[in-house]
T-cell receptor, first 116, second 108 residues
Framework: EAGVTQFPSHSVIEKGQTVTLRCDPI?????LYWYRRVMGKEIKFLLH????????ESGMPNNRFLAERTGGTYSTLKVQPAELEDSGVYFC??????????????FGSGTRLTVV | AQRVTQPEKLLSVFKGAPVELKCNYS??????LFWYVQYSRQRLQLLLR??SRESIKGFTADLNKGETSFHLKKPFAQEEDSAMYYC??????????FGKGTRLSVIA
């Protein structure tokens, strides 16, 4: 079984530019989550999709962040325009609906975003 | 609000010594707790979950509702246990909330 795949693994962009991160969850996992770890701080929740619907987007920091999951498969997270404080590691995770408590989430390897 | 506190940023122990990684939580309901681990150059992965009452790689964790704690323990640390450990909490229908993590360093 393929795991959760994230692309790119690293991205360095200038302040004001746009970056799009992609996440391919495990096939059959309707839950998809985005998290972010800023240097020295905890892994913070950004957004939760169930299939193509946004179940919870309470963690999205501001309207510069836009997440989509067209067709309920892969998801993209776009940051436009990027600011210095957006630097960090962005994690994607997926899980089967109803099995979160027993199996937890499966995480991708993350995208390290550096805004200069 | 749900909160997870891991008071130690870094914990260094000698190989063969006991390990205890502390985790305290605040949540008014009945939480479900997890420990996740990230080894060097690997992705974050589930280590163990409260609901299963399991022991994985020699690690155990007991939920103490009176002290609102879920400390991770291992009687004899191994070098391969060196990693970043995260405690996490969910109410079941809310996304996982993570602590800041503790870096465990096992010294040979």
């Amino acid at each position: 079984e393929a795991g959760v795949t994230q692309f790119p693994s690293h991205s360095v962009i200038e302040k004001g530019q746009t970056v799009t991160l992609r996440c391919d969850p495990i096939s059959g996992h309707d839950n998809l989550y985005w998290y972010r770890r800023v240097m020295g701080k905890e892994i913070k929740f950004l957004l939760h999709f169930v299939k193509e619907s946004k179940q919870d987007e309470s963690g999205m920091p501001n309207n510069r962040f836009l997440a989509e999951r067209t067709g309920g498969t892969y998801s993209t997270l776009k940051v436009q325009p990027a600011e210095l404080e957006d630097s960090g590691v962005y994690f994607c995770a997926s899980s089967q609906v109803g099995r979160e408590l027993f199996y937890g989430y499966t995480f991708g390897s993350g995208t390290r975003l550096t805004v200069v | 609000a749900q909160r997870v506190t891991q008071p130690e940023k870094l914990l260094s122990v000698f190989k063969g010594a006991p390990v205890e990684l502390k985790c305290n939580y605040s949540y008014s309901g009945s939480p479900e707790l997890f420990w996740y681990v990230q080894y060097s150059r690997q992705r974050l992965q589930l280590l163990l979950r409260h609901i299963s009452r399991e022991s994985i790689k020699g690690f155990t964790a007991d939920l103490n509702k009176g002290e609102t704690s879920f400390h991770l323990k291992k009687p004899f640390a191994q070098e391969e246990d060196s990693a970043m450990y995260y405690c996490a909490l969910t109410s079941g229908n809310t996304p996982l909330v993570f602590g800041k993590g503790t870096r465990l360093s096992v010294i040979a």
